[in-house]
């Protein structure tokens, strides 16, 4: 899975995961689902993303030096 493939997936898991959390637990994790929207909204201006950095020093990290 690229790197651009792995964002989109845990952005939407991240939304579908929120939207439940919002309807059936607080109508306060509606707020994680607008974090995630406006973390995505200005990453497509910035070309900054914050979970791309995070996957980097992770995931992807371990997957490019083997």
């Known amino acids: 899975m690229s790197l651009e493939h792995a964002i989109r ?7 579908v995961a929120s939207l ?3 309807w ?3 109508p306060y994790w509606f707020l994680f689902t607008a974090f995630v929207g ?3 909204f200005q ?3 910035t070309k ?3 979970m791309e ?4 020093k992770t995931i992807f990290r371990r997957r490019q030096t083997a």
């Open 53 to 56: 950095d995070i996957l980097k």
């Open 38 to 40: 406006v973390n995505l």
């Open 20 to 22: 439940l959390l919002g």
């Open 9 to 15: 997936a845990i952005a939407g898991t991240f939304v």
């Open 24 to 26: 059936f637990v607080s």
């Open 48 to 50: 900054w993303c914050l």
């Open 43 to 45: 990453s497509a201006f």
